[in-house]
């Protein structure tokens, strides 16, 4: 017979003894995971320099002509509007798609016949770059702010959208099932055992869509509008050979795309939601 | 069998079950009758894939049976309810709630003070003092089924189920949780229903073994375990009763 | 790395959001949109035009300029756009009732059943055809087969390529025409991405300036009085406000006139312009507006229908237009006063 615990163990009860991952004991400061991407960065500007020199073109700008360009911006009080001016859009663009996308999505996820009547319309829609859709924002809203913002409402929409419906199908049910055990109903089985279950694959879906946005943001400046970093970015060939301030306004919209990404990610480090990702080194 | 019988805590009557299948019907359940008294502690045995997770879902009203009652307190089950609580195999703990929120779920209508010593009071009582804010993906396999019990017993229910609860923990850890759930059942004395694969548990656990036959199932046999607690793995009783089940179920003790 | 407990999700995301969403809102509002600024005292009517930064438009901006010197303020608001699809677009959303617009693309829209009406002329001249300074394109024959950039489908442009090929027995399928925005030409034809590149000023003059760049034809020289911009409006703002419609016609006249009176004018329209309308480098400009003198032509605007007429024969032979609308649907002559009667703008340039 199988070895077995002495014969008074069953009914004692003790304490059991932590088991601790060590993962979770406290990490030293990781200088690296900052130096490495520093190093990258350092070659990348260093092989493009190069290119430019070689390549003997003088349109092309080099790293320091844009980050003359870039000063140049500052000096004329430029570079805070238009990043100002862009993030503006891009924040209530991303918003308004947040507040109308996810309650929608989830409701989409739950309810089969909800995602029968309407996927197939979200999915024709889904592919039609913001793009296209500038002249109908420019006969619906004008020229203005509205404009962009609808555009980047229409990039973000749909991927949040179907990322919140997929949080909903791909919940495990269980949790359903002992929330309703529990006699939760409605209303607050909702707001209490669904929503943050599927919190962790919304937060996902909302980083991917935050960086949609961002990326539309050149195009959805395109329209006639007076400020912005995409704007900068087309404005910049009417001014002659200003290609410098092209690459600026590129970077400028990577480096800030970086940050977006960076915060996001950030909140994925909360407890309520920290569950849902599976394990990182 | 008399609906009003008030010892009676759960009374299953000709339940059938049959799910749609892509020729024919499965028929899973086959008259299933049985009855268990208040504060018991029953354990339903079967070969695997009879349809003992199945028997525990419509008792605990998440499946609806295609014919029969199940009547609990007297009553004919329609639903969850609270008042009958489901510990589930794997993942019941909620992953966003940590610890004390787990335990205290059942409790939200609970004034906070009261809520909160009922809370402590539970989550002593199976040892997890210290981890009150501990999230689950931070525990181990038999730390959150501990959690899962506590949040179960804490919402003071009539009757607890539990499929196969210890089934994804190892062999060390499944005995140390049988002990500490015999040691709370005793302080408690609620009625269980306790569905597991594993013989052995169930003579170390139960006050009766049901034991069902392959599918479609119906209740085979039922086994009195009436030994005292702590039970004596090596006594000659807790032998006899072992291979009389093992017997029932065709089986031989020897392996190969 | 587990967040300070005081922040839960919900407080940080909820906090946050409605904090940044405020802020960024109202740093918008102060840096750009200079809503608290500006104080609202508009009871006149006031009227957006649209323009792109070329020459064919310089007038617009220095009505603009010039008014707000004598005045303090102007009577317009004028909107600057990188391409003709966004400048026509938000001509039919109303958002400009008035703007420049390519003169084939006001006789389209006018076919198209669209209320437009010119009501005078952007400058006359002004255009040519560039190729590189190394190319075997010498002659008009040697576009054969060639790849030429116009500015897009209703350019005055194309018609005159239409007609120079027409006239040595080629036809617009001997070469290969492609649309582009203007101020993208220039390094269009610096990588040969394309052959040749027609459309107006200051865009044909910078390949010039930088060396690259040889001309084919000069407008002028191939089609006398060239036009390829006009000044138009609704009809809903001729119907509405014509006190402001007329205002402005004069203003543009007398801009015009001004231009063409003196080269110091000229110099100093390209400075302020340059740096404060069309966000172009000064020396572009000052090139395309002195060498030669008479490059570009701010004189004798008022629509005739003789050029029209042309304008509308050639559209319709080309494939371009359908030619059923004439000079009495599209143009409002009304306005312009006669060229011999228009007043020069009474402005002389600060000395620098």
């Known amino acids: 017979m199988i070895a077995t615990p002495p014969p008074q163990t069953i009914g004692n009860g003790r304490a059991a003894d932590p088991i601790r991952p060590p993962a979770l004991q406290r990490k030293r400061v990781d200088w ?59 924040s209530w663009g991303f918003a ?84 309703q055990n529990f006699g939760l109903t409605g209303w607050e089985l909702f707001r209490q055992v669904i929503f943050r279950a599927c919190l962790p694959q919304i937060i996902t879906g909302l980083r991917i869509a935050l960086g949609i946005a961002w990326l539309v943001v050149v195009a959805a400046e395109m329209i006639a509008v007076n400020s912005g970093l995409g704007y900068l970015i087309i404005d910049a060939r009417n001014a002659g050979k200003r290609y410098d301030l092209v690459v600026a306004g590129m970077l400028m919209i990577g480096l800030i795309g970086l940050v977006l990404d960076f915060l996001v990610r950030k909140l994925e480090n909360f407890d309520e939601v920290r569950w849902g990702y599976a394990n990182r080194s | 069998m008399n609906p009003a019988d008030d010892s009676a805590a759960v009374v299953l009557r000709n339940l059938w079950m049959a799910f749609p299948g892509k ?33 525990l879902n419509i008792i605990g009203g998440f499946l609806r049976a295609t014919a029969g009652q199940v009547l609990v307190e007297g009553s004919l089950v329609a639903g969850p309810d609270p008042r009958r609580i489901f510990v589930f195999q ?57 959690v899962e019990i506590a949040r179960a017993l804490a919402a003071n229910p009539d009757i607890i189920y539990m499929d196969e609860p210890f089934g994804a923990l190892d062999f060390i850890t499944r005995l140390k949780m049988r002990a500490d759930l015999v040691r709370i059942w005793e302080r408690e004395r609620k009625t269980v229903l306790f ?26 046999e039922v086994i009195e375990i009436n030994l005292p607690r702590p039970r004596d793995l090596d006594s000659p009783g807790y032998l006899e009763k072992r291979d009389r089940i093992f017997a029932s179920m065709g089986m031989s003790l020897g392996v190969g | 790395m587990r967040a ?51 020459t064919c438009h310089l007038t617009c901006p220095v009505t603009d300029f010039i008014n707000r010197q004598q005045s303090g303020t102007s009577m317009f608001d004028p909107v600057r756009f990188s391409g003709w699809p966004e400048l026509k677009e938000a001509y039919l959303s109303g958002y400009t009732p008035a703007t420049f617009i390519l003169a084939p693309m006001a006789i389209a829209l006018r076919e198209q059943g669209v209320p437009i009406k010119i009501v005078y002329l952007g400058h006359r001249d002004g255009s040519a055809l560039m190729v590189r300074k190394d190319s075997s394109i010498h002659r008009i024959e040697d576009l054969r087969g060639k790849t030429i950039a116009v500015p897009g489908r209703y350019a005055n442009q194309r018609l005159i390529i239409y007609r120079e090929l027409k006239a040595r027995g080629m ?17 269009a034809l610096y990588s040969r991405a394309v052959d040749a590149i027609t459309s107006g000023e200051p865009f044909m003059g910078q390949t010039e300036l930088d060396g690259y760049g040889r001309c084919l034809y000069q407008a002028k020289d191939v089609w006398p009085g060239f036009i390829s911009c006009v000044l138009a409006v609704s009809e809903d703002m001729i119907k509405n406000h014509r006190p402001q419609v007329q205002e402005l016609v004069n203003g543009i006249a007398a801009s015009g006139k001004w231009l063409d009176e003196s080269m110091d004018h000229r110099m100093d329209a390209a400075q302020f312009v340059s740096t404060l309308y069309y966000n172009q480098n000064p020396r572009l400009l000052t090139y395309v507006l002195s060498k030669p003198p008479d490059r570009v032509k701010y004189s004798n605007l008022k629509p005739l229908r003789a050029n029209f007429e042309e304008i509308e024969m050639l559209g319709k032979a080309a494939g371009m237009l359908k030619g059923t609308a004439h000079f009495e649907d599209y143009v409002d002559t009304s306005f312009a006063p006669d060229d011999d009667k228009v007043v020069a703008q009474k402005y002389e340039p600060k000395p620098r």
């Not at chain 1, 493009?48 to 349109?59: K, T």
């Not at chain 1, 080099?62 to 980050?67: E, M, N, Q, S, T």
């Not at chain 1, 859709?133 to 004008?142: E, M, N, Q, S, Y």
Request: charged share 15%.
């Open chain 3, 171 to 187: 036809s617009l399928d001997d070469v290969n025409i492609v649309e582009m925005a203007p101020p993208d030409m220039p390094t």
């Open chain 1, 32 to 90: 690296l995971q900052f130096a490495l991407p520093c190093g990258v960065g350092m070659l990348f500007l260093l092989a493009w320099d190069l290119s430019v020199r070689f390549s003997g073109s003088d349109l092309f700008p080099k790293p320091i002509d844009v980050a003359r360009g870039i000063v140049e911006l500052i000096q004329h009080g430029l570079l805070l509007k238009y990043i100002v001016a862009s993030l503006f859009r891009v």
């Open chain 2, 23 to 55: 020729q024919t019907a499965v028929h899973v359940l086959e008259d299933v009758n049985a009855r268990i008294v208040r504060g018991e502690f029953v354990c339903i045995v079967g070969p695997s894939g009879c349809g003992k997770s199945t028997l």
């Open chain 3, 4 to 54: 300070v407990p005081f922040f839960s999700l919900r407080r940080t995301v909820g906090g946050f959001v409605i904090l940044w969403l405020v802020a960024v809102t109202f740093l918008h509002a102060e840096l750009n949109l200079h809503l608290f600024a500006r104080a609202a005292t508009r009871s006149q009517y006031r009227f957006r035009i649209g323009f792109l930064p070329v």
């Open chain 2, 90 to 146: 794997e993942n019941g703990v909620f992953p966003w709630l940590n610890v004390s929120e787990n335990i205290g779920f059942g409790l939200r209508r609970t004034a906070s003070a009261e809520k909160e010593r009922i809370v402590r009071h539970y989550t002593e009582m199976v040892g997890l003092t210290g981890f009150e804010s501990a999230y689950p993906a931070e525990l181990s396999g038999g730390m959150r089924q501990r």
């Open chain 1, 96 to 179: 308004l798609a947040t507040v109308l996308g996810v309650p929608f999505g989830l409701l989409l996820g739950w309810y089969t016949r909800a995602s029968q009547a309407f996927n197939p319309l979200i999915q024709i829609f889904r592919p039609i770059s913001p793009i296209a859709w500038i002249p109908v924002a420019i006969l619906w809203f004008g020229v203005s702010d509205a404009a962009p913002i609808f555009l980047i409402f229409l990039a973000s929409v749909f991927p949040i959208t179907v990322s919140s419906m997929a949080a909903v199908r791909n919940m495990q049910p269980v949790y359903v099932r002992a929330a």
């Open chain 2, 195 to 220: 569905v597991t694969h594993d013989i052995e548990e169930a003579v170390q656990l139960a006050d009766r073994v049901l034991i069902m036959s392959r599918r479609p199932a119906t209740i085979q």
